[in-house]
């Protein structure tokens, strides 16, 4: 399966500014998702980034505070725009296989706003 | 975001049980399923996935599939303290024409087996 190397591994932000996450993956990949999960709860899927394509939105995810990038196959990010301490979560990167075979996520981004 | 719900647990059993991980799911349309494990810290990895109706078994884990119930379940025979984590239901709902898939997750169960 794909290797996914995330970056940050962790940071702390003050209140208002941005981050910026970077997902690199060993191979080419169709789609690869961005997930959040908050202290104590289980993921929550934010965007599907597309290469040559905006990215697609989940019910309570917008653009203007999480903007993706998806350059090629291999690289995308995620911004947290504007933090709030409400932002303080995991956030993960994901690929698939483009098979029935699970997906794969990188190491994670804890992200603390402060 | 797809309805998954998981029993809530916490879920402890003596070294040698066997654990029983339930799973529900909204969406008829899934096609595809798959249990998690997340050890406290680490990013999610794959045990288990299963895509038709009965049992399907990997080793010490088995998982069930019943899709006129939307039911999902994971069995983990010989349960050992190393297996203590938290166990995560996800469903793969595929759009039409669509070879990839978005993958929800549930709440995840506490595992904890103690020796």
């Known amino acids: 399966s794909a290797v996914i190397s995330q970056k940050p591994s962790r940071d702390i932000c003050q209140r208002g500014t941005s981050l910026t996450i970077q997902c690199q993956v060993d191979s080419q990949v169709t789609m690869m998702f961005w997930y959040r999960q908050q202290p104590g709860q289980s993921l929550t899927l934010i965007a599907t980034a597309n290469q040559g394509s905006e990215a697609t939105y989940e019910s309570g995810f917008v653009i203007d505070k999480f903007p993706i990038s998806r350059p090629n196959l291999t690289f995308s990010t995620l911004t947290v725009s504007n933090m709030s301490p409400e932002d303080s979560s995991i956030y993960l990167c994901?690929?698939?296989?483009?098979?029935?075979?699970?997906?794969?996520f990188g190491s994670g981004t804890r992200l603390t706003v402060v | 975001q797809k309805e998954v719900e998981q029993n809530s647990g916490p879920l402890s059993v003596p070294e040698g049980a066997i654990a029983s991980l339930n799973c529900t799911y909204s969406?008829?349309?899934?096609?595809?399923f798959f249990w998690y494990r997340q050890y406290s810290g680490k990013s999610p990895e794959l045990i288990m996935f299963i895509y038709s109706n009965g049992d399907k078994e990997d080793g010490r884990f088995t998982a069930q599939l019943n899709k006129a119930s939307q039911y999902v379940s994971l069995l983990i025979r010989d349960s050992q303290p190393s297996d203590s984590a938290t166990y995560l239901c996800a469903v793969n709902t595929f759009e039409r024409g669509s070879t990839l898939g978005r993958l929800y997750f549930g709440r995840g169960t506490q595992l904890t087996v103690w020796p």
């Open positions: 969406d008829r349309g899934s096609q595809s």
């Open positions: 994901s690929v698939g296989t483009g098979n029935l075979g699970g997906y794969t």
